[in-house]
Structures are given as C-alpha cells and as structure tokens.
C-alpha cells in the first residue's frame, strides 16, 4: 500500500467528503509520522502506537475529526495533543500560506518527535510546542479552530473559551467526538458516538 491507496479507500468508504481534506491526505504521507518499526503498518486505517502510551488515531477517524471542523484557508488553528505531528502538518495543508497552526504536546520526547517529523515538510506557518500548565494556549488566543485528540470527561470550557467568535472545536469527549460552535457567548455541541482515544492528559 501507499499513501496515495490509503487516500483512494479513505475517499471511497465517504470518510473523505471534501476536496481539501482529501487533498491533504494526499500530500502528507502518514508514513513519516509513525516511529520506524510502525511504517510497515502505516497505511492501515488503524490507530499505531508512537510510544508513551500515546498513539496516532485512526485514519477515518482523523478523516471524521479534520471534515467536521471544516476548516478555512487563513484559519488560526490550535492543535491540542499534537503527538507525532501527523495532524498538525494535514492542519497546514487546510489553512494555506495565510493561515497559522500550533501543535501543543505534553510528553516532551513526542514534542520532540512531532518536530522532527513536521520538519520533513518544513511548513513555514505551522509548529510544534510543548504544552503549558494551561489547557491549550490561553495567551495566543482567540483561535477559529481548536482540534483535539485525546478523550476528555467533559467539554472543557477554558478551552472552549479560547475559540474566536464564529469558531469551532471538534473534541473527542468519552467515545463521542463532539463539536462545539461559538456564537458570541453562546456555546452549542452535537456528538458523534462511538470512538475510542486515549485520555486526555491535563
């Protein structure tokens, strides 16, 4: 299999809705975000681990999580569990040259390996950072998207509250992925039942 295959099957189940997620599938290769031992299996729609009990999701998951938040070009983005980086670079694909994203990532030595693979398409308005005390990036806000992808218990509203007016943040809550819209103070969610990711770590 490549990467081109795994795009084609994502696009023929409907995972893939829209031009531009699908066109990102297929110009970032998913083989360049799995530790070494792992690229045999690259182009499984299955989730790998990446080490430190982390790993990267799903491919029709990722596929599910990037079409609902439907991104725009020129989109400031947060990337909150940034892991091996493999979404934060289709992120950069979706915003375009006029948009910024922030990958966010915990676990130091994934922050680390999420750069490193990030590098290997060297996007000049995307990077990797290691995650603060404060869920998310209260001090760079507001953001038109958040994604995140790991679990949480409930909607976070600190983090919620980091989107920009009109924004969006599509969360994966318990086994539901859940999105989230703002309309001025307002907040509304519909969830999508029956995933599974790993916690969210707080």
């Known amino acids: 299999m490549t990467n081109e ?4 099957e994502l696009r023929m189940t409907g995972a893939l809705r829209t031009p531009a997620v699908e066109a990102a599938f297929r110009a970032i290769d998913r083989a360049d975000f799995v530790p070494k031992e792992e ?15 982390q790993t990267i999701s799903q491919p029709t998951v990722v596929a599910f999580c990037l079409e609902e938040l439907a991104v725009e070009p020129g989109n400031r983005v947060l ?23 922030t990958g966010l990532e915990r676990v130091p030595e994934l922050v680390a390996f999420g750069q490193q693979n990030l590098a290997k398409y060297a996007p000049a308005n995307a990077r990797i950072e290691q995650a603060g005390a404060a869920l998310g990036k209260p001090s760079a806000a ?8 790991a679990a949480a218990r409930e909607v976070p509203r600190a983090l919620a509250a980091e989107l920009a007016d009109g ?30 990711f790993v916690p969210l770590v707080t």
């Open 39 to 53: 690229k045999p299996a690259a182009y499984l729609d299955t989730a790998l681990p990446i080490g430190y009990g």
């Open 167 to 196: 924004g969006r943040m599509v969360i994966p809550v318990g086994n539901a992925i859940c999105v989230v819209d703002r309309a001025g103070d307002d907040f509304t969610t519909r969830c999508h039942e029956g995933y599974a």
């Open 142 to 149: 507001p953001f038109d998207r958040i994604l995140v992808s």
């Open 5 to 8: 295959t795994l795009a084609s």
């Open 79 to 101: 990337d909150v569990g940034s892991g091996s980086g493999y979404t934060t670079a289709l992120l950069a694909e979706l915003v375009g040259k006029g948009g910024e994203v």
